[in-house]
């Protein structure tokens, strides 16, 4: 299993960035996938996640700016961000997992999640 992030970069607040995770080794409609960040001193946190049949959930402080969509035939994993804010930067992560998930505010935390890539790092300036 194999996840390659891309898209992060540097944006003023307000702006919009896209990430994309291409995934390999497994078929991403069939793992649960995730996106999840960490600002430096503090914990991993969930964003956002995507089902196996396509449902999704979102940590409150993203909701209505954040989505989370998944190309199944290329296997790549999405994540659009608009109206970012300074509180958004972090590196970010895409995840994987073949447990079966569910739409709910507990799959959010990272320790469901066993595949990881590598991070891109996304910077918001004031």
């Known amino acids: 299993v194999q996840l390659v992030e891309s898209g992060g970069g540097s944006v003023q607040a307000g702006g919009s960035l896209a990430l994309s995770c291409a995934a390999s080794?497994?078929?991403?409609?069939?793992?649960?996938m995730g996106w999840f960040r960490q600002a430096p001193g503090k914990e991993r946190e969930g964003v956002a996640i995507?089902?196996?049949?396509?449902?999704?959930i979102y940590v409150d402080s993203v909701k209505g700016r954040f989505t989370i969509s998944q190309d199944r035939a290329k296997n790549i994993l999405h994540l659009q961000m608009n109206t970012l804010k300074p509180e958004d930067t972090a590196m970010y992560f895409c995840?994987?997992?073949?447990?079966?998930?569910?739409?709910?505010?507990?799959?959010?935390?990272?320790?469901?999640?066993?595949?990881w890539g590598q991070g891109t790092q996304v910077t918001v300036a004031s």
């Open positions: 080794g497994f078929t991403g409609s069939s793992y649960c």
């Open positions: 995507i089902t196996r049949g396509g449902g999704t």
């Open positions: 995840a994987a997992t073949a447990r079966y998930c569910w739409a709910i505010p507990s799959m959010l935390r990272p320790s469901n999640f066993g595949f």
